[in-house]
Nanobody, 120 residues
Framework: VQLVESGGGLVQAGESLRLSCAAS????????MGWFRQAPGKEREFVAS????????SYADSVKGRFTISRDNAKNTLYLQMNMLKPEDTAVYFC??????????????WGQGTQVTVSS
């Protein structure tokens, strides 16, 4: 399994970012995928998920209506469009295959993540 996240940065509240996750060494197109994040001093938490066939999405309440998860199976890439960012969205963002019913990561492996910092 290899997961490489990118697209993070420093933005002001209300601005947008688009994260990408390049996946390899597993059959991406057959995996339900998700985004997770970890803020300083906090546990990693679920953000959003998408079914392998792009026919279902789920979001944490804290990001619903602001974030959109998508995927391109031809490119083995997962995306997270983040709009109306808030300071509380500040965290390192990770992607992983996801167990939908529990909203937990499937793989024990994690990529390096991408830092998102939102200033007020």
């Amino acid at each position: 399994v290899q997961l490489v996240e990118s697209g993070g940065g420093l933005v002001q509240a209300g601005e947008s970012l688009r994260l990408s996750c390049a996946a390899s060494r597993f059959i991406f197109s057959r995996k339900n995928m998700g985004w997770f994040r970890q803020a300083p001093g906090k546990e990693r938490e679920f953000v959003a998920s998408i079914r392998w066939n792009d026919e279902g999405r789920s979001y944490a309440d804290s990001v619903k209506g602001r974030f959109t998860i998508s995927r391109d199976n031809a490119k083995n890439t997962l995306y997270l469009q983040m709009n109306m960012l808030k300071p509380e969205d500040t965290a390192v963002y990770f992607c992983n295959a996801v167990v939908l019913v529990t909203q937990t990561p499937e793989y024990r492996y994690w990529g390096q993540g991408t830092q998102v910092t939102v200033s007020s």
